[in-house]
């Protein structure tokens, strides 16, 4: 089997998408994720002008040595971009691979070790009452894990939170970024225990309760709020700190016990094998697709499997329904999964990318479709343009350039 053609295709179905689609000469195709999200062009271009011509004539069953030749090959190693790029790439050729043993991709990469996979979803509020409103809509849907992000008194516009009445969605598909995210650690340190108190006092301790501090915090003010969340019992703590220097979770580990998750932008095991070795971190979020691709990050899964680090992988709605059905094959197959986020896409989006998984009763299932049960249907994302879009900034109250 040679691999004869490879087509880019990006989409605004209600937000940007890039799939990548490789042929065969049997007939059969696979489909990749290689979506960056508010730099998807960037993607394309690394994949049409420099490493699609060199998949052409390749055996597709050879994912080990076709990744080694596009992440060693290229000597301009890792980032966003090439790893996006090499990921699209690598899911396609699994997917292949499953397609042509008439397999789920899980069945690939070791069979299954679990029946259903846990997810959890987002409970976004503008203030605490909407907040445990939104907790108690996502409980009668019937998830058992739930991230609590709500508005912050004082602070006007904060991470995960929409205006009310509308669905979170970062990206700004109009003009130039928003910079209206306005950031005070220190009213959102004075509320996070308010928060969350009021959470366990209106639903119990049954809950899993998850929150996102979106690398805002320095290490001992991380240190401080997992303290201080500890009567809580959180499932975990995501993104407290940058993590470009994996020293800062020594300090974090320190001084409290609620777990630690975090990687959603690494690209690499270099990013966390310090995190994962010295058992700073519970969880590994890395995706398939911002990782390099299914060859990588199942490397990646085992070597934290040895530290007792778990997955949890991103599944934010910046993912296209390729990754997300790539993923839970995944997280079906590997023994150290975690727990998998789920924001459900639009159903415009559904429509663009029909597929097997499904929600029901707090997990995810992957379906029994061969490769990974996603299709792409390209006359109807046609409709849909690329458009430009940017992800917001976010500033101090005193007009300094902060984490977004």
Same mark, same amino acid.
């Given at each position: =089997? ?26 059969? &195709? ?40 596009? /992440? ?10 090439? =790893?996006? +790029? ?51 809509? &996502? ?19 904060? /991470? ?23 950031? %005070? ?12 108190? +009021? ?21 001992? *003010? ?5 303290? *201080? ?17 994996? *020293? ?28 994962? %070795?010295?058992?700073?971190?519970? /969880? ?22 040895? &530290? ?7 599944? +934010?709605? @910046?993912? %296209? ?33 029909? !597929?097997?998984? !499904? &929600? +029901? ?36 109250? @005193? ?6």
């Amino acid at each position: =089997m040679k691999i004869t053609d490879a087509k880019v295709f990006v989409c605004s179905p209600g937000r940007n998408f890039v799939t990548l689609k490789v042929y065969t000469d049997e007939g059969v &195709y696979g489909l990749g994720d290689a979506t960056l999200n508010g730099r998807e062009k960037a993607v394309v271009s690394y994949l049409e002008d420099y490493i699609l011509p060199c998949i052409i004539g390749r055996n597709p069953y050879d994912t080990e040595d076709i990744w080694q030749y596009l /992440y060693r090959g290229a000597y301009w190693r890792r980032g966003p971009v090439t =790893m996006s +790029a090499i990921a699209a790439i690598d899911m396609a050729l699994w997917d292949i691979r499953a397609k042509c043993a008439g397999q789920p991709l899980y069945n690939l990469l070791g069979g299954r070790t679990r029946d259903r996979v846990l997810v959890y979803c987002h409970a976004n509020g503008t203030d605490l009452p909407h907040t445990l409103e939104e907790v108690g809509r &996502y409980r009668e849907l019937g998830y058992r894990a739930i991230r609590v992000q709500s508005g912050i008194p004082g602070i006007d516009h904060t /991470y995960g939170v929409a205006p009310a009445g509308t669905k979170y969605e970062p990206a700004i598909r109009a003009g130039l970024p928003d910079e209206s995210a306005c950031w %005070s650690t220190e009213k959102y340190l004075a509320f996070m225990p308010r928060l969350f108190q +009021a959470v366990r006092d209106r639903f119990g301790e049954d809950l899993l309760l998850l929150h996102d501090g979106h690398h805002r915090l320095t290490p001992i *003010e991380a240190a401080r709020l997992g303290k *201080e969340l500890e009567p809580f019992h959180l499932f975990w703590l995501e993104d407290l700190v940058q993590a470009e220097l994996q *020293e800062n979770f020594r300090l974090i580990r320190r001084h409290t016990t609620t777990p630690l998750a975090v990687g959603e932008v690494f690209n690499t095991i270099y990013d966390c094998q310090q995190l994962i %070795s010295e058992q700073l971190i519970d /969880y590994i979020r890395m995706t398939i697709v911002h990782g390099g691709g299914i060859t990588p990050v199942l490397k990646t899964a085992h070597f934290a499997e040895m &530290y007792m680090v778990k997955t949890g992988f991103h599944g +934010a709605t @910046d993912l %296209s329904p390729v990754t997300m059905g790539a993923a839970l094959h995944f997280d079906t197959a590997v023994h150290n999964f975690g727990i998998q986020e789920h924001m459900p896409h639009e159903p415009l989006v559904d429509e663009v990318f029909p !597929h097997a998984y !499904h &929600y +029901a009763d707090g997990y995810m299932y992957p379906g029994d479709a061969v490769g990974f049960g996603v299709d792409f249907d390209e006359k109807l994302a046609a409709k849909y343009p690329y458009q430009r879009a940017y992800l917001p900034v976010n500033r101090k109250t @005193d007009g300094t350039m902060w984490n977004w």
